[in-house]
């Protein structure tokens, strides 16, 4: 189905009863040349890419539950392009470029809303280290600006700028990052990928992987087997699980990942805000709930759901920050299972098995990641070679020492 | 949660900080042959099941003691704890 302004203003004066589903429904067919486990954002981006830009045909998506029901309908929405170090930031910037042309790629409203992310300074140490950041980023060809005390209190005035622990001594902005309607993105990606023949099927659980000679030959679901030439797996959350199937051990523990709504409010916090000196994150959605979040709850977890302690220490770093909030009732929580991996960066790689890929580890960053994981890994499957800004997310490089380590924090998942 | 210390008895989570699979105590032989692959391996690959999890929690802000608890990591019940020490001396002794 196609979106016009036309077909807006007949289904407006018509009852809106002539929209269609947005994907066909299809069954499984009994082999395809590839097919990808997880139908969530990076799948169905893969899927969609896979079809449209590597004219890849016969494609299959998996997804055990339906469509975008995982973590790309969990997340906190932003995307950014906000990376220090030479193995991430060209990647994630790829990504922002392919955000600021998603809606005209996929012929969806994805929301895309470029309305800056601030991540704020509280000592000389932190700005040497977001100048450098900064830095980095230009680097890369993406936006950032050095905000002054000064400059940061005209554009944010709402802050607590003299908190006697953590004074606010100005921020770090990228202008072009911003915000997305997140299962949007899914939405497009899914439409965009049915419309070019690829199969997505829903409520199919695979439950084993067909392996001979050191090749895959297919995978065993819950609805009968499905033979492939290839296998891509972005199951982010899930990946040791089902890489388990496959006889492999990843360099990853899942951990579970609060975020949480306010009631709907007027137009108050203009872009995307970052706490310096403790976690919390914030924006407003066009709804008008302030989404916000903060620290993973540090224990090894497939549950969805967090506990209470975490709750508590973001919302105290939400008073700290801007003392505001506090009147404004919280009207939802909920949770979410990461892919934390051993350095804190992702994995888009072939695996020992020929024929069998890998895309996960994001994190909690996967979100702002998804257009660019998806044409990486696409063009991975497509053409067996790495896309150039993801040639250093290998499955091998904790193995060779060229860890990407944003943090510092080492082989450590929770401190990531 | 509320972890069943085995000296202190229950005690809430938040007085602990977590460091991971318990197979974390079984650090490899640094004069094997394969020590580099089996380190690589110890430090880097985990087995992180959806269901019972043995790991390691770290009583920060009590005794100060290592315990290895047992977890349901898709319900998030805890199924029992021990002293990492108990734990590691029975190792020992099983292995003699």
Same mark, same amino acid.
């Given at each position: 189905?196609?979106?016009?302004?036309?077909?807006?203003?007949?289904?407006?004066?018509?009852?809106?009863?002539?929209?269609?589903?947005?994907?066909?429904?299809?069954?499984?067919?009994?082999?395809?040349?590839?097919?990808?486990?997880?139908?969530?954002?990076?799948?169905?981006?893969?899927?969609?890419?896979?079809?449209?830009?590597?004219?890849?045909?016969?494609?299959?998506?998996?997804?055990?539950?339906?469509?975008?029901?995982?973590?790309?309908?969990?997340?906190?929405?932003?995307?950014?392009?906000?990376?220090?170090?030479?193995?991430?930031?060209?990647?994630?910037?790829?990504?922002?470029?392919?955000?600021?042309?998603? $809606?005209?790629?996929?012929?969806?409203?994805?929301?895309?809303?470029?309305?800056?992310?601030?991540?704020?300074?509280?000592?000389?140490?932190?700005?040497?280290?977001?100048?450098?950041?900064?830095?980095?980023?230009?680097?890369?060809?993406?936006?950032?600006?050095?905000?002054?005390?000064?400059?940061?209190?005209?554009?944010?005035?709402?802050?607590?700028?003299?908190?006697?622990?953590?004074?606010?001594?100005?921020?770090?902005?990228?202008?072009?990052?911003?915000?997305?309607?997140?299962?949007?993105?899914?939405?497009?990606?899914?439409?965009?990928?049915?419309?070019?023949?690829?199969?997505?099927?829903?409520?199919?659980?695979?439950?084993?992987?067909?392996?001979?000679?050191?090749?895959?030959?297919?995978?065993?679901?819950?609805?009968?087997?499905?033979?492939?030439?290839?296998?891509?797996?972005?199951?982010?959350?899930?990946?040791?699980?089902?890489?388990?199937?496959?006889?492999?051990?990843?360099?990853?523990?899942?951990?579970?990942?609060?975020?949480?709504?306010?009631?709907?409010?007027?137009?108050?916090?203009?872009?995307?805000?970052?706490?310096?000196?403790?976690?919390?994150?914030?924006?407003?959605?066009?709804?008008?709930?302030?989404?916000?979040?903060?620290?993973?709850?540090?224990?090894?977890?497939?549950?969805?759901?967090?506990?209470?302690?975490?709750?508590?220490?973001?919302? $105290?770093?939400?008073?700290?920050?801007?003392?505001?909030?506090?009147?404004?009732?919280?009207?939802?929580?909920?949770?979410?299972?990461?892919?934390?991996?051993?350095?804190?960066?992702?994995?888009?790689?072939?695996?020992?098995?020929?024929?069998?890929?890998?895309?996960?580890?994001?994190?909690?960053?996967?979100?702002?990641?998804?257009?660019?994981?998806?044409?990486?890994?696409?063009?991975?499957?497509?053409?067996?070679?790495?896309?150039?800004?993801?040639?250093?997310?290998?499955?091998?490089?904790?193995?060779?020492?060229?860890?990407?380590?944003?943090?510092?924090?080492?082989?450590?998942?929770?401190?990531? | 949660?509320?972890?069943?210390?085995?000296?202190?008895?229950?005690?809430?989570?938040?007085?602990?900080?977590?460091?991971?699979?318990?197979?974390?105590?079984?650090?490899?032989?640094?004069?094997?042959?394969?020590?580099?692959?089996?380190?690589?391996?110890?430090?880097?690959?985990?087995?992180?099941?959806?269901?019972?999890?043995?790991?390691?929690?770290?009583?920060?802000?009590?005794?100060?003691?290592?315990?290895?608890?047992?977890?349901?990591?898709?319900?998030?019940?805890?199924?029992?704890?021990?002293?990492?020490?108990?734990?590691?001396?029975?190792?020992?002794?099983?292995?003699?």
């Amino acid at each position: 189905m196609k979106f016009s302004g036309f077909k807006v203003i007949k289904e407006a004066l018509t009852g809106h009863k002539g929209w269609k589903p947005l994907w066909r429904d299809p069954e499984p067919q009994s082999d395809y040349d590839i097919v990808i486990v997880g139908g969530g954002g990076h799948g169905l981006a893969t899927a969609f890419y896979l079809a449209k830009t590597f004219g890849q045909a016969r494609i299959a998506v998996l997804e055990k539950g339906w469509l975008g029901s995982g973590n790309i309908g969990r997340n906190t929405t932003i995307i950014r392009s906000n990376y220090l170090l030479p193995g991430n930031e060209p990647f994630y910037e790829f990504s922002m470029k392919l955000w600021e042309n998603l $809606e005209q790629e996929t012929n969806f409203n994805s929301m895309v809303s470029q309305r800056g992310i601030i991540n704020l300074i509280h000592t000389d140490a932190q700005r040497d280290a977001y100048r450098r950041r900064g830095n980095a980023m230009r680097f890369a060809g993406a936006d950032s600006v050095l905000l002054s005390r000064e400059e940061l209190r005209e554009k944010v005035p709402f802050l607590n700028y003299d908190n006697a622990r953590f004074p606010i001594k100005g921020g770090l902005m990228q202008p072009r990052a911003g915000t997305a309607r997140h299962d949007g993105v899914a939405w497009g990606y899914a439409r965009g990928a049915d419309m070019r023949g690829v199969d997505i099927i829903q409520n199919c659980e695979v439950t084993g992987f067909k392996i001979e000679a050191g090749k895959v030959l297919g995978v065993e679901t819950s609805r009968g087997f499905i033979g492939a030439k290839k296998v891509g797996v972005a199951v982010a959350g899930s990946s040791s699980r089902v890489m388990s199937m496959a006889g492999m051990r990843l360099p990853i523990e899942s951990h579970v990942l609060q975020a949480f709504v306010s009631e709907g409010l007027k137009p108050t916090i203009p872009g995307v805000i970052t706490f310096g000196a403790g976690h919390f994150y914030i924006s407003q959605s066009d709804k008008g709930g302030l989404v916000f979040g903060g620290d993973i709850d540090g224990y090894n977890s497939y549950a969805q759901r967090g506990n209470l302690p975490v709750i508590e220490d973001v919302l $105290e770093g939400g008073m700290a920050l801007m003392p505001m909030i506090g009147r404004a009732r919280l009207l939802r929580g909920w949770g979410g299972v990461m892919d934390m991996s051993m350095d804190g960066s992702p994995i888009i790689d072939r695996t020992e098995i020929e024929g069998l890929y890998f895309n996960g580890g994001w994190c909690y960053g996967g979100f702002k990641a998804t257009p660019a994981s998806g044409y990486a890994f696409a063009h991975l499957l497509a053409t067996d070679r790495p896309h150039d800004t993801a040639k250093a997310y290998r499955l091998d490089r904790f193995a060779k020492g060229y860890v990407i380590d944003e943090r510092g924090a080492g082989a450590q998942p929770n401190l990531h | 949660m509320l972890i069943p210390h085995p000296l202190l008895g229950l005690r809430d989570a938040q007085e602990f900080t977590y460091l991971g699979d318990a197979n974390l105590m079984n650090r490899p032989d640094p004069n094997a042959p394969n020590a580099e692959a089996m380190f690589c391996d110890y430090v880097f690959l985990r087995d992180n099941p959806a269901g019972v999890h043995r790991e390691l929690w770290y009583h920060e802000q009590g005794d100060r003691s290592w315990l290895v608890v047992t977890r349901n990591t898709v319900t998030h019940e805890i199924l029992g704890a021990e002293l990492a020490s108990d734990v590691a001396l029975a190792h020992r002794e099983g292995s003699k």
